[in-house]
């Protein structure tokens, strides 16, 4: 079955695939070319100055009944960004001066967690409806950054 999902990812056609694999309706992008460890995906191509984007959120943020690092993530993959990374914090505090830690005797059931994204200036525009629509409430930054590497590596997928 995949491999008439991906035949269709070579052809341009949207794909949906089953639960578990990558899930995307890829398009054709100018910047992308293909790599013989993504099976048939696109690799995006980030070089030079690019936009990072940094949302700080707690660990007890829900979108639709998941953890809401996790549901940015997958929304962002479908939408075809080249890649973002969830971290976790061991302590910060935010807008309510609150102070949340990892330290046993001050349990926390909300830790920090930033979600960092970096593409292009016109893919990070179509963040912003995103979230506005995911992220009641947090922080977020932008920033311009300069991409040294950006490579898929060597490790089959």
Known sequence: MWHRERNAVKRGDPVSAP????????????????HPLCKGVPMRVLEGEQVMV???????DQWQRQPLSVAIL????????????????????GARSVIHTTHILRLSEDLPVVVEIVDTPEQ?????????????????????????????GKRPI
Request: avoid cysteine.
């Open 124 to 152: 990070i525009e179509k963040l912003t409806p995103i979230l506005d629509e995911m992220v009641p409430e947090g922080l977020v930054t932008m920033e311009k950054v300069r991409v040294i590497k950006y490579s898929p």
């Open 54 to 60: 940094r949302i700080f959120i707690g660990e007890s």
């Open 19 to 34: 639960a578990g694999l990558l899930r995307s309706s890829l398009k054709t992008q100018i910047g992308s070319q293909w």
């Open 74 to 93: 997958e929304r962002l993959r479908k939408e075809g960004f080249a890649g973002a990374t969830v971290f976790h914090g061991v302590a910060g505090f």
